[in-house]
């Protein structure tokens, strides 16, 4: 995790920069497909987030559960995550 600690730091720094560049755009009353446009960006940052922490999370926690014959929690961590990613 620590590897991806310090990526996960930095795409969150984006983010956030892009989310008050998107209150400054709604503020100054810009271009509605603009605005979109900054909205969908900022949704696929997530997205990358969420992609690199579930990477992570299988890897490594789900893969421990396993070896330690917790497989009916790997199992259900596993189910959980894939229903929320899909949402």
Same mark, same amino acid.
């Given at each position: 995790?620590?590897?991806?600690?310090?990526?996960?730091?930095?795409?969150?720094?984006?983010?956030?920069?892009?989310?008050?560049?998107?209150?400054?755009?709604?503020?100054?009353? !810009?271009?509605?497909?603009?605005?979109? /446009? %900054?909205?969908?960006?900022?949704?696929? @940052? $997530?997205?990358?987030?969420?992609?690199?922490?579930?990477?992570?999370?299988?890897?490594?926690?789900?893969?421990?559960?396993?070896? !330690?014959?917790?497989?009916?929690?790997? /199992? %259900?961590?596993?189910?959980?995550?894939? @229903? $929320?990613?899909?949402?």
């Amino acid at each position: 995790m620590h590897n991806d600690k310090q990526k996960l730091i930095r795409r969150l720094k984006i983010i956030e920069g892009q989310v008050r560049g998107l209150q400054e755009m709604i503020n100054k009353d !810009k271009y509605c497909i603009d605005i979109i /446009t %900054q909205t969908s960006a900022i949704k696929q @940052g $997530l997205s990358n987030v969420e992609d690199i922490l579930l990477e992570g999370h299988l890897s490594h926690c789900v893969i421990d559960q396993i070896k !330690k014959g917790q497989n009916e929690k790997a /199992t %259900q961590e596993i189910l959980k995550v894939y @229903g $929320l990613k899909r949402k």
